[in-house]
């Protein structure tokens, strides 16, 4: 039997301790050659787009010769204002690469040695990176449609006597929401958030490309799909797949995404439910490559971010 490509030599690429054993030097470098590839790690100015600069070498920034506009290697991207040292960052990247199934927050502020509210902020400013790289991507030919409900856990009372149908609407805590995943066959996973697993039509109609060929279930809000794609419907009290036709790849994403939420975060609020998902999308769409290469791809996405607005500042206007 063939060995899995995650149990190989060949899908470590990277290490821990080979971060650290470089030094902050290396880890700067390797930052500079991904934030300007073109230029092979020259700087360019963000503002002008000029590639003549002076190197301000005592504190890490750069002064274009055109505008006399400074920056620094991070400047105008999603890392911007960091405190953290380049090595620092370089490790939580490749730690959170690693992390198959998502990684809480506490356990990336013990590894990497920072408060729970520095690595709470820093890996949601990755979470909001890697999302980009679907931002204006649209399915085509064979496309999988499902939704899964998470959160608004409602905690039953002690005595039996006091405990209330949790089903009924007026016991709800109104925090449950339904994650949809559109998943093309050979493809990339879109997610979405929404209060109603039928809003995943209009959504369909919007990023799935006309004449592609979309799976569905059986429930009935799925019927209005047939006015704008050929739709093949699987019963799940039949089987789950017959002749080809099955949501399991969407399956297989909801999968990753639970064994995340409950093994990991536990608890995940229903505004920032939209990161996690997009985040566990990603690791399902790279799964099949190498821990060297998700830390570079998550190092150039968050090079290209521009300044999170929702994440600079959290704490700041969110005091705890």
Same mark, same amino acid.
């Given at each position: 039997? @063939?060995?899995?490509?995650?149990?190989?030599?060949?899908?470590?690429?990277? *290490?821990? *301790?080979?971060?650290?054993?470089?030094?902050?030097?290396?880890?700067?470098? *390797?930052?500079?050659?991904?934030?300007?590839?073109?230029?092979?790690? @020259?700087?360019?100015?963000?503002?002008?787009?000029?590639?003549?600069?002076?190197?301000?070498?005592?504190?890490?920034?750069?002064?274009?010769?055109?505008?006399?506009?400074?920056?620094?290697?991070?400047?105008?991207?999603?890392?911007?204002?960091?405190?953290?040292?380049?090595?620092?960052?370089?490790?939580?990247?490749?730690?959170?690469?690693?992390?198959?199934?998502?990684?809480?927050?506490?356990?990336?502020?013990?590894?990497?040695?920072?408060?729970?509210?520095?690595?709470?902020?820093?890996? =949601?400013?990755?979470? &909001?990176?890697?999302?980009?790289?679907?931002? &204006?991507?649209?399915?085509?030919?064979?496309?999988?449609?499902?939704?899964?409900?998470?959160?608004?856990?409602?905690?039953?009372?002690?005595?039996?006597?006091?405990?209330?149908?949790?089903?009924?609407?007026?016991?709800?805590?109104?925090?449950?929401?339904?994650?949809?995943?559109?998943?093309?066959?050979?493809?990339?996973?879109?997610?979405?958030?929404?209060?109603? &697993?039928?809003?995943?039509?209009?959504?369909?109609?919007?990023?799935?490309?006309?004449? @592609?060929?979309?799976?569905?279930?059986?429930?009935?809000?799925?019927?209005?799909?047939?006015?704008?794609?050929?739709?093949?419907?699987?019963?799940?009290?039949?089987?789950?797949?017959?002749?080809?036709?099955?949501?399991?790849?969407?399956?297989?994403?909801?999968? /990753?995404?639970?064994?995340?939420?409950?093994?990991?975060? =536990?608890?995940?609020?229903?505004?920032?439910?939209?990161?996690?998902?997009?985040?566990?999308?990603?690791?399902?769409?790279?799964?099949?490559?190498?821990?060297?290469?998700?830390?570079?791809?998550?190092?150039?996405?968050?090079?290209?971010?521009?300044?999170?607005?929702?994440?600079?500042?959290?704490?700041?206007?969110?005091? /705890?």
């Amino acid at each position: 039997m @063939a060995q899995h490509f995650l149990l190989s030599a060949a899908s470590r690429t990277l *290490k821990l *301790k080979d971060i650290y054993r470089a030094g902050e030097d290396a880890a700067y470098l *390797k930052f500079r050659a991904l934030r300007w590839p073109e230029t092979d790690g @020259a700087a360019v100015c963000p503002r002008c787009g000029c590639a003549e600069t002076y190197d301000l070498s005592t504190r890490r920034k750069f002064k274009c010769k055109a505008c006399y506009h400074q920056f620094s290697v991070t400047s105008g991207t999603i890392f911007a204002s960091r405190k953290l040292a380049f090595v620092d960052m370089l490790a939580a990247i490749c730690i959170i690469a690693n992390a198959s199934k998502g990684l809480s927050a506490v356990q990336l502020s013990r590894d990497v040695g920072v408060q729970y509210k520095t690595a709470f902020v820093l890996a =949601h400013k990755i979470r &909001e990176a890697l999302a980009r790289e679907t931002a &204006e991507t649209k399915l085509d030919r064979e496309v999988e449609i499902d939704g899964a409900y998470f959160g608004g856990h409602i905690r039953p009372a002690n005595l039996e006597a006091k405990r209330v149908d949790r089903r009924l609407s007026e016991h709800q805590t109104g925090k449950r929401r339904v994650v949809i995943a559109l998943r093309q066959r050979k493809g990339r996973t879109l997610t979405f958030v929404r209060k109603s &697993e039928a809003d995943g039509v209009s959504i369909a109609r919007d990023r799935i490309a006309p004449g @592609a060929f979309v799976h569905a279930d059986e429930a009935s809000h799925w019927d209005n799909l047939d006015a704008f794609f050929p739709v093949a419907r699987i019963n799940h009290s039949e089987g789950y797949s017959i002749n080809g036709v099955c949501t399991n790849q969407a399956e297989s994403y909801f999968s /990753r995404l639970r064994r995340m939420v409950a093994g990991q975060h =536990h608890h995940v609020s229903p505004q920032y439910l939209h990161q996690y998902a997009a985040h566990a999308a990603w690791l399902e769409d790279h799964r099949r490559e190498t821990n060297g290469a998700l830390a570079g791809r998550i190092v150039r996405n968050a090079m290209a971010a521009p300044v999170s607005r929702q994440w600079k500042g959290y704490w700041q206007r969110h005091p /705890r």
